[in-house]
């Protein structure tokens, strides 16, 4: 639900103020019915709801452990025998696809912004305008969630209420025209500049100033340079910061289990303490199922003190649109930004391989973490929650907690073309392509910068691929209208953990090269569209859409990026679409 109201008011002839205010709310949600629940299947395959077996211990903040179950032909999950053979209960089968699961969020916004805004003076260039304002947002995010709760015997209900978080906010605008084309200067037709600058209050992150400064140079009609510099100010999600009333959870759970993990030994020399690890020279796993099982803990950004990350950028740019070539235009630009600070939950292989999160792994001693130390790490203390099973005993902590621990300098190179050709006879033909060439990915997490760039994987939030691109091929005759696309992916590196060529590493930990090559990957689409005119369907339009007409197959990429477990599909989710060849039909209709 949106809504917003507008009131302008003409203060005299040339100013004039508006009023202006909205409400918002929307409702999200995923939810799953009878779905398979791996640690339900856990318990018929082993007696245990862990994986690697063993027995229940009671859990920091007074919950209720779970009691393994001895396995007989009524409860346990037949693997060796085929569908018609098979002696798994039907019951067992009911029990293994018995997961409900729900998350919902609720957020709900208001404004009301204040502007004035008019001409100051006159210059030779034109009027030197000015726009002012004030602004008000209040924001308010409540989740609420469903989840098995690890047990396989029941479920664990959250309800997280965010915020509110309220944010003034007041501007200033300058346009400065400086030089007209009345005023016949040469190579310069008419140059501009327009400084602005923004201060925004928040209730929960403090206060902050940043400036941008723009200017446009056109030449003549066909060729006008752009540029501009700004900074810019991003506080934290609400969704990440974490309900403070709940030790910071953003979920059901605040810590639970670790995965597996290949500590190094250089980088962590007391991990040779554990059982197991006495002799190990390279890397000792530690982890689910390896008999050194850990706690791996994730609180939003409150628990850490994260501010809010802070960025610059700027751009140079050209727009082409020559006089002796009609239908034609082009442009292209060369932009920088920085980021630092950048709030995420750093993932495991992250921190155990980077010099500057190294802290965030704590090995205890090679009888296990003591009491006060877990109780400190889940921080149940202050409302926290935990998986209702935690392994016993402990041997090391880590910590994913939403913190500033991502820098990013990125620098690269837009660039597109559009040509329309008309014909006397033979309609209108369309030629354009667009494209995005990444000249520098540099990232660091507080330590030494190393490069990213043309690889995917090492992130799990975004890759950084250095060439993308799309290119049309299209004609126009009167009522039809078709189209052809071509979609472009440079090959690149796979540095993700599962990788098969192994991402070398540096001293300090950051990589260096290595990973699998991953294939360049070009498809094709396909839009043909009727226009009806001349009757009751005037404006309507009729149209086919073929999505990777070829059907071609995605590069292989040993890695996940759906979020349904490491190395589970085989394929790129940020550049490709495992859907293959998608057909539709539609029909446009306008009153």
């Known amino acids: 639900f949106y809504t917003t109201a507008v009131f302008d008011y003409k203060v005299t002839d040339s100013w004039t103020a508006t009023l202006s205010g909205s409400l918002a709310r929307s409702n999200s949600f995923q939810r799953g019915r009878n779905v398979f629940c791996s640690v339900c299947a856990n318990l018929p395959l082993n007696g245990s709801p862990n994986l690697g077996g063993g027995t229940s211990v009671a859990l920091p903040g007074g919950q209720t452990a779970v009691v393994t179950q001895a396995l007989t032909a009524a409860n346990a999950l037949d693997v060796w025998n085929g569908p018609g053979n098979n002696r798994t209960a039907q019951s067992v089968y009911n029990y293994i696809y018995s997961a409900n699961t729900n998350n919902e969020h609720q957020n709900n916004m208001y404004q009301g912004k204040l502007e004035l805004q008019g001409p100051l003076a006159t210059l030779p260039g034109g009027d030197l305008r000015m726009a002012a304002g004030v602004e008000y947002m209040h924001f308010i995010q409540d989740v609420y969630g469903l989840t098995p709760n690890s047990t396989g015997n029941g479920y664990v209900n959250f309800i997280s209420n965010l915020g509110p978080r309220n944010v003034k906010s007041g501007y200033l605008e300058l346009y400065v025209p400086l030089i007209d084309e009345d005023m016949g200067i040469g190579i310069i037709q008419k140059f501009d500049l327009s400084i602005s600058g923004r201060i925004d209050d928040y209730s929960d992150f403090g206060s902050t100033t940043n400036p941008k400064i723009a200017a446009n140079w056109i030449v003549n009609d066909s060729l006008k340079f752009r540029g501009n510099y700004a900074k810019s100010f991003v506080a934290p999600p609400l969704n990440q910061i974490g309900d403070p009333r709940q030790g910071y959870i953003r979920g059901a759970t605040g810590t639970g289990s670790s995965a597996v993990l290949d500590v190094p030994v250089a980088a962590y020399p007391e991990v040779r303490n554990l059982p197991g690890c006495e002799t190990v020279t390279t890397v000792c796993r530690v982890g689910a199922g390896t008999g050194r099982e850990g706690l791996d803990r994730s609180l939003g950004a409150g628990f850490a003190g994260v501010v809010p990350q802070t960025g610059s950028s700027w751009s140079i740019g050209m727009d082409l649109t020559p006089s002796f070539m009609p239908g034609f235009s082009a442009n292209v630009t060369y932009w920088a930004n920085i980021f630092k600070g950048g709030v995420a939950s750093p993932a495991q292989p992250?921190?155990?391989?980077?010099?500057?999160?190294?802290?965030?792994?704590?090995?205890?001693?090679?009888?296990?973490?003591?009491?006060?130390?877990?109780?400190?790490?889940?921080?149940?203390?202050?409302?926290?929650?935990?998986?209702?099973?935690?392994?016993?005993?402990?041997?090391?902590?880590?910590?994913?907690?939403?913190?500033?621990?991502?820098?990013?300098?990125?620098?690269?190179?837009?660039?597109?073309?559009?040509?329309?050709?008309?014909?006397?006879?033979?309609?209108?033909?369309?030629?354009?392509?667009?494209?995005?060439?990444?000249?520098?990915?540099?990232?660091?997490?507080?330590?030494?910068?190393?490069?990213?760039?043309?690889?995917?994987?090492?992130?799990?939030?975004?890759?950084?691929?250095?060439?993308?691109?799309?290119?049309?091929?299209?004609?126009?005759?009167?009522?039809?209208?078709?189209?052809?696309?071509?979609?472009?992916?440079?090959?690149?590196?796979?540095?993700?953990?599962?990788?098969?060529?192994?991402?070398?590493?540096?001293?300090?930990?950051?990589?260096?090269?290595?990973?699998?090559?991953?294939?360049?990957?070009?498809?094709?689409d396909l839009h043909i569209a009727y226009n009806f005119t001349g009757s009751f369907m005037k404006d309507s339009q009729i149209y086919l859409d073929i999505k990777n007409v070829f059907d071609r197959d995605p590069p292989f990429y040993n890695g996940n990026t759906t979020g349904a477990g490491v190395g589970a599909w085989g394929f790129n989710g940020f550049t490709s679409n495992l859907l293959g060849r998608l057909v539709s039909v539609g029909f446009r209709a306008q009153f």
Do not use: H
Not at 351 to 373: F, M
Not at 397 to 421: K, T
Not at 441 to 467: C, E, H, M, R, V
């Open 350 to 524: 992250l921190i155990i391989n980077s010099a500057a999160l190294r802290d965030r792994l704590q090995i205890c001693a090679s009888t296990g973490c003591t009491p006060a130390q877990i109780a400190a790490f889940t921080n149940v203390a202050n409302g926290a929650t935990t998986a209702p099973v935690l392994p016993s005993p402990v041997y090391f902590l880590i910590n994913r907690d939403v913190g500033n621990v991502l820098n990013l300098d990125v620098q690269g190179i837009d660039a597109q073309f559009n040509y329309r050709i008309p014909t006397s006879s033979a309609g209108t033909f369309i030629l354009g392509a667009s494209m995005t060439y990444f000249t520098k990915f540099d990232q660091d997490f507080g330590d030494a910068s190393f490069s990213i760039l043309n690889t995917s994987g090492y992130n799990s939030q975004f890759p950084s691929i250095q060439t993308k691109g799309r290119a049309q091929l299209g004609w126009e005759n009167e009522n039809l209208a078709i189209d052809i696309f071509a979609n472009y992916t440079g090959k690149y590196r796979n540095w993700i953990q599962t990788s098969v060529a192994p991402v070398t590493l540096g001293a300090n930990g950051n990589p260096t090269g290595g990973g699998d090559n991953v294939r360049s990957d070009l498809n094709f």
